[in-house]
């Protein structure tokens, strides 16, 4: 039963510094995708993929890459933090088609840059 | 761009109580979802709507897709303390395979 699984949980980078969060789904999911949650803004999406090999950006792209090289990963590569970056992180997948709707979350990565 | 306007932000309320929030939006989905947050925690969905004018309950929940496609409520009967938390709000546009729009949440406090 692992589902969405992130990591790390919590990190701490100094600005100018470059890390990768890790994503992985076990549930054959097409769709993957990076969200970002800030106080008061909900969750915003930064980069989603509907399968191996294409992705594609959200709302709220820059500083941030994605590849999707297999199914089950979606690593979130931060190039060069920066303080605007803190925030908490979540990976998401779902199925494909009007059926799948229901997206499923990871428990979320605490970033602080400083 | 599209947007969600989720009301009301916060609720304090009593331990018993009944709970209604809702979004509401400029544009037209074609399905909405609400979900719950639990601190230190990611999303879980509670209940999904797929066609206008649908009531769906999961236990003490019940949400609504308006008939007009471009609102949702949810209501919580009998409120307890676990029951804390923040509640989003989703909506799926009817077209581009992802594009899944969230309002700012409403954060709920029980006090028991």
């Known amino acids: 039963n692992a589902g969405v699984t992130q990591t790390p949980k919590f990190q701490v980078l100094k600005t100018g510094q470059s890390m990768t969060l890790q994503c992985a789904q076990d549930?054959?999911?097409?769709?993957m995708s990076w969200y970002r949650q800030d106080p008061g803004m909900g969750l915003r999406l930064i980069h989603y993929?509907?399968?191996?090999?294409?992705?594609d950006q959200g709302e709220v792209p820059n500083g941030y890459n994605v590849s999707r090289s297999t199914t089950e990963d979606f690593p979130l590569r931060l190039l060069s933090a920066a303080p605007s970056q803190t925030s908490v992180y979540f990976c998401?997948?779902?199925?494909?088609?009007?059926?799948?709707?229901?997206?499923?979350f990871g428990e979320g990565s605490w970033l602080t840059v400083v | 761009g599209q947007q969600l306007n989720q009301s009301p932000q916060s609720m304090f309320i009593q331990e018993g109580e009944d709970v209604s929030m809702n979004c509401t939006s400029s544009?037209?989905?074609?399905?909405w979802l609400w979900y719950k947050q639990d601190p230190g925690e990611g999303p879980v969905l509670l209940i999904a709507l797929y066609k206008a004018g649908e009531l769906t309950s999961n236990g003490r929940l019940t949400a609504q897709f308006g008939i007009t496609r471009k609102d949702s409520f949810l209501n919580i009967s009998a409120s307890i303390p676990s029951d804390v938390g923040i509640y989003f709000c989703a909506g799926q546009l009817s077209t581009g395979g992802f594009k899944t729009i969230f309002g700012a949440g409403t954060r709920l406090f029980v006090k028991a």
């Open positions: 993929s509907v399968g191996a090999g294409i992705t």
């Open positions: 998401a997948s779902r199925k494909s088609g009007s059926s799948g709707n229901t997206i499923y």
């Open positions: 549930m054959n999911h097409e769709y």
């Open positions: 544009s037209i989905f074609n399905t």
